[in-house]
């Protein structure tokens, strides 16, 4: 049932969020010809037009962040605590599905943003001479790591930072979805009450995360970063994964137990 | 094994009651009325046969297990608000249906809707209030499920389509399986009804077959309802 929520979920989503990405990368296109024209003295009006241009492309890829979240909390919302619930909280599916779809979908958005923005940032401003500088500072890369003794290790620290970034970008998400469910499940007042939850949970997490640094200062101290890394690893994961798992509990019990559609 | 069944079961919001210690069961292959006025109590009842609410009290059970995946895949659920999403098409709608509940009956809606004359290919958003009313309850009556619940089917609709509605509820579902129809329009509906269970204040005040109803009262339910929520 979790894989047909994730595919629905994608073509929902997709509609809104594909067409973004094409226009991202459509600006992008322009905004290339409008660096290299720029500066070709060119009359007033098509000089503006250009600018314009290069303006939208720095607004793109900005809004391009926004926009994906936006969708969001926005498809949060009217998928599950508005009348749409009715049919999604009555699929023969469970709660944890119907979450874990929508935090699936959301972090693959996330992740398909950064690297349209990327891309986008690439067209924009990619020239032929690239091509060599990134060729040869590949090349350095890889000698770099072949002189390292401790190859593993360094394999390690990379895994070990792209699984830190899922689980971040998991509890962010959770952290959204629980403020929401919060704040609709009172009779009125939702979105503010919502917006105070989130506020709410804020003070009580940064006290976690100053909990966290504090420790990991004085771990630091002790230990040099080479040798400490997986105990600094282990606490920055532990401490994401139980703000997640603290959202999570309260979204579900708040979907469960709270939730009153209209 | 009754399909649905209160027991004791209560709810209130805050301080408010909605229902107070309900005890009922709906035998499988029965039609009922779910009657009361505005603020009775109906859909908080259908709401948590659905899941969509949890009791403050009493239990309620679905061919004997508490709402949950499996009694969402028995239940086919119509409620009184548009749910479906908007941007989608009839068409759509029908895969999704389809991909979701085993027992749906994609040729069965396709036929409803050529029926209706609603192209396949209207997305909802396109369409009047009536019409989407129509397209939820193709969707819920082309599923073969053992219990239909529907909160106000016919609540805002003209009444030739309030015929083909009710039409479509008598001649679409399984005789095994029971259909639990809320409303406070009872003479639309008497005619199709094998059973009433009248609903004020969040309390039952009658639960009988219709037929015994006009037996022993010497009136229509509607009369009887008529009697009995007289303000």
Redesign the interface.
């Known amino acids: 049932?979790l894989g047909?929520l994730i595919?629905?979920e994608f073509r929902?989503t997709g509609?809104m969020i594909l067409p973004m990405f094409a226009a991202v990368l459509i600006v992008s296109v322009l905004a290339r010809f409008a660096f290299r024209m720029l500066d070709s003295g060119l009359p007033i009006f098509l000089g503006l037009f250009l600018y314009f241009i290069v303006f939208a492309f720095f607004i793109g890829l900005i809004g391009a962040f926004i926009y994906t979240f936006v969708i969001m909390v926005v498809r949060f919302k009217r998928?599950i605590l508005s009348?749409?619930?009715?049919?999604t909280?009555?699929?023969?599916?469970?709660i944890h599905s119907v979450l874990w779809s929508k935090i699936i979908v959301s972090i693959v958005w996330s992740a398909a943003t950064v690297l349209v923005v990327g891309l986008g940032a690439v067209i924009a401003a990619f020239d032929a001479s690239w091509v060599y500088d990134i060729l040869k500072d590949l090349g350095y890369l890889a000698e770099l790591f072949l002189s390292i003794d401790n190859k593993a290790q360094v394999i390690g620290w990379f895994f070990a930072a792209i699984v830190y970034v899922i689980v971040y970008s998991i509890t962010y998400c959770l952290n959204i979805y629980s403020c929401m469910a919060i704040g609709y499940g009172f009779?009125r007042h939702k979105a503010l009450l919502s917006g105070a939850a989130f506020i709410a949970i804020g003070i009580v997490m940064s006290w976690v995360s100053g909990s966290e640094l504090q420790y990991l200062a004085v771990m630091n101290d002790q230990v040099p970063f080479s040798v400490g890394f997986y105990q600094n690893f282990a606490v920055m994961l532990g401490t994401q994964l139980f703000k997640g798992a603290v959202f999570y509990v309260i979204t579900w019990l708040n979907l469960?137990?709270r939730?009153?559609?209209? | 094994m009754p399909i649905l069944e209160a027991r004791s079961l209560t709810k209130r919001?805050g301080s408010t009651p909605a229902l107070s210690n309900v005890s009922f069961a709906v035998e499988p292959g029965r039609i009922v009325g779910l009657l009361g006025p505005n603020g009775s109590g109906k859909t908080t009842l259908i709401?948590l046969a659905?899941?969509?609410?949890?009791p403050t009290g009493g239990e309620i059970l679905i061919d004997g297990e508490k709402p949950?995946?499996?009694s969402?895949?028995l239940?086919s659920?119509l409620?009184e608000?548009?749910?479906?999403?908007l941007?989608m098409s009839a068409a759509e709608l029908i895969k999704?249906y389809d991909?979701?509940?085993a027992d749906f009956d994609p040729a069965r809606a396709q036929e409803m809707l050529r029926n209706l004359g609603i192209g396949e290919k209207m997305r909802i958003k396109e369409m009047s209030k009536g019409t989407r009313e129509k397209v939820q309850l193709i969707l819920a009556m082309s599923r073969r499920a053992k219990l239909y619940m529907l909160d106000e089917p016919i609540g805002g609709v003209d009444p030739a389509t309030r015929d083909y509605i009710l039409a479509t509820i008598i001649s679409n579902y399984d005789p095994s399986a029971s259909v639990i129809i809320s409303t406070h329009l009872i003479a639309d509906v008497e005619s199709v009804l094998d059973d009433a269970l009248f609903i004020s204040r969040g309390e039952i005040v009658l639960y009988d077959s219709v037929d015994h109803i006009r037996e022993s009262r010497g009136k229509s339910v509607d009369g009887v309802f008529r009697e009995v929520f007289r303000c």
């Open positions: 049932m047909k595919k629905h929902a509609r998928n009348d749409e619930g009715y049919l909280m009555t699929l023969p599916a469970s009779a469960k137990y939730l009153n559609l209209e | 919001y709401k659905n899941g969509l609410l949890q949950g995946a499996r969402k895949s239940i659920y409620p608000r548009i749910n479906v999403p941007w999704f991909d979701f509940f």
